[in-house]
């Protein structure tokens, strides 16, 4: 059974198609594809294929059947802006209070595109909340995002206070994935955050985008739950009818890397033959399968090598870092690296940003800085809390990191161990201290920072004179992340780990020094020198 289809993920979508190639030899095997909002008859048509009725009916007809299961939904009455907002986050503050004032009772789901709007969004709120008259209902606001430590996620679902209304300010994980009662009011900005590919730059980015039909949909279902709701879209319902109708697949706009890895371990070699709910571009496999070959993942007829392919393959990391991990023994840091792979598949969620307190929470990050950079300081991070934090629950608590995270880094550095021990590969555990630096030098650090070059070439960037960073091609600006170790920090060359977009800059987070002539030794398949 695949719940949630129509999210249309790299999994889901690359499930569906390894089913369709297994139920050509098993004939007996039964799928169910189901979903909130699913085009049923697209899916049904891709399991119906090439196969045809001997009666001459709809082939589909004979491969399965729709289902359709009603939910009680109550009456949504939709609003739309008469003219675009010039800034949706202040218009959804103004929405906010129009509600509380003017509507009954019931709590309010806003949605936003990330944390940093929903902060400043619950800033603008507690702002305005003095100038209302004391007698007045209070509003409690409460934000929901995938950063958030369970704990204070587990707050939406509270009842609210006597006398008071509930303002979740959520992403786009409150669209499908959890259910709040008690909420009457949605609050629909229009945007989404989608990760995108770009193969012309080989670089990944979290961008703001709008949402589709079918999203905006889902998202004024959350007014319906449990009684008649309202839902205000903060944008004109001409715009509503240029939504796209579906939110575009993944798999067509993502670094196909990963999925051509697992395709290839599975002995699935034909990649273009394979048999895709929808076609990803060519150039997406391209790109794909140009990194795959520079890594040493795949030969010069993209076979999977071996052993290095077959195991990057089986490391449940994204493949630059399973590069890293597997370089590490020849490099002596094999522990170290173990560590920062584990800290680094959590992006960043290990910090709290507690509100009003930037300041302190800055402070306790440089208590672990490293001057070469961020993949080092998270080293840092992960060793002082396996001989501190572990013991001392309120450690986590005073360095402003998350205590659950932080578990969850160990279990995952803990299975990456034992997937090495079943290759054959012994693990030398080195956490004496909790400071690198001190641990193994000078000679530890850089050659920690030439391991990660042998993964991370592709992601590498030039600082220019401004302070900003350029792709080796110069065809991208880039700019150290606020939260960076690297911001406003001089280095010639680094290389860096993930990017982020707003509307006016693109930012790069773990960012780490690198030397030039790295990229050249660890990557001459993927690297030349002009003449």
């Known amino acids: 059974m695949v719940d949630e289809a129509h999210e249309r993920s790299l999994s889901s979508d690359v499930l569906l198609g390894v089913l369709k190639k297994i139920r050509k030899r098993r004939q007996d095997l039964r799928i169910i594809v189901s979903s909130a909002t699913l085009q049923a008859e697209d899916f049904l048509h891709f399991f119906a294929g090439d196969s045809s009725d001997e009666n001459g009916d709809n082939p589909s007809d004979s491969v399965g059947r729709i289902v359709s299961l009603e939910g009680r939904m109550f009456p949504v009455d939709v609003h739309y802006l008469e003219k675009p907002a010039d800034d949706y986050v202040e218009r959804a503050v103004q929405t906010v209070f129009d509600i509380h004032t003017k509507e009954p009772q019931g709590d309010i789901l806003v949605f936003l595109t990330g944390q940093e709007e929903i902060n400043l969004c619950m800033e603008m709120i507690a702002d305005r909340k003095p100038s209302f008259p004391a007698k007045a209902q209070e509003i409690l606001s409460l934000p929901l995002y995938a950063g958030l430590s369970t704990e204070h996620q587990m707050y939406v679902f509270e009842p609210a206070p006597e006398d008071t209304r509930k303002v979740i300010l959520a992403t786009n994980i409150a669209e499908a994935s959890v259910t709040i009662d008690g909420i009457s009011y949605v609050i629909d900005c229009g945007f989404v955050k989608l990760r995108a590919y770009n193969p012309t730059t080989g670089i990944e980015t979290l961008t703001a985008t709008p949402v589709s039909k079918a999203s905006a949909i889902q998202r004024a279902g959350r007014a319906g739950r449990t009684k008649p709701g309202k839902c205000y879209r903060l944008y004109t319902e001409d715009d509503y009818g240029s939504l796209d109708e579906t939110t575009v697949p993944e798999i067509q706009r993502s670094n196909l890397a990963p999925v051509i890895l697992q395709l290839k371990c599975l002995g699935i070699d034909n990649i273009a033959r ?164 001190r641990v193994g030098g000078p000679d530890k650090a850089e050659q920690i920072r030439r391991c990660l070059t042998t993964g991370y070439f592709a992601h590498a960037a030039k600082m220019q004179p401004d302070g900003s960073f350029r792709t080796v091609d110069g065809g991208t600006v880039l700019h150290a992340d606020p939260s960076s170790l690297m911001f406003n920090r001089k280095a010639d060359w680094v290389i860096f780990h993930e990017v982020t977009e707003t509307a006016s800059k693109t930012f790069i987070k773990d960012v780490t020094k690198i030397e030039r002539e790295w990229l050249l030794e660890y990557a001459s398949d993927f690297y030349r020198v002009k003449a």
């Open 274 to 437: 394979f048999d895709y709910l929808t076609p990803p571009p060519a150039k997406l496999i391209i790109r794909a399968l140009e990194l795959l070959y520079s890594l040493g993942a795949l030969d010069d007829y993209a076979k999977l090598t071996r052993p290095l392919g077959t195991r990057m393959a089986e490391l449940a990391v994204e493949p630059m870092m399973a590069k890293v991990v597997l370089s590490a023994t020849a490099f002596g840091c094999l522990s170290e690296i173990l560590s920062i792979a584990a800290m680094t598949s959590l992006q960043g969620v290990v910090w709290f940003d507690h509100k009003g307190e930037n300041k302190a929470t800055e402070t306790a990050r440089r208590n672990f800085a490293v001057e070469e950079g961020d993949h080092l300081t998270l080293l840092n991070v992960y060793q002082a809390f396996v001989t501190k934090g572990k013991k001392e629950a309120s450690w986590c608590k005073s360095n402003y990191l998350n205590f659950k995270s932080m578990a969850r880094v160990v279990s995952i550095r803990n299975q990456l161990k034992r997937h090495l021990e079943r290759f054959g590969i012994d693990v030398e555990e080195s956490l004496a201290a909790n400071d690198v630096m």
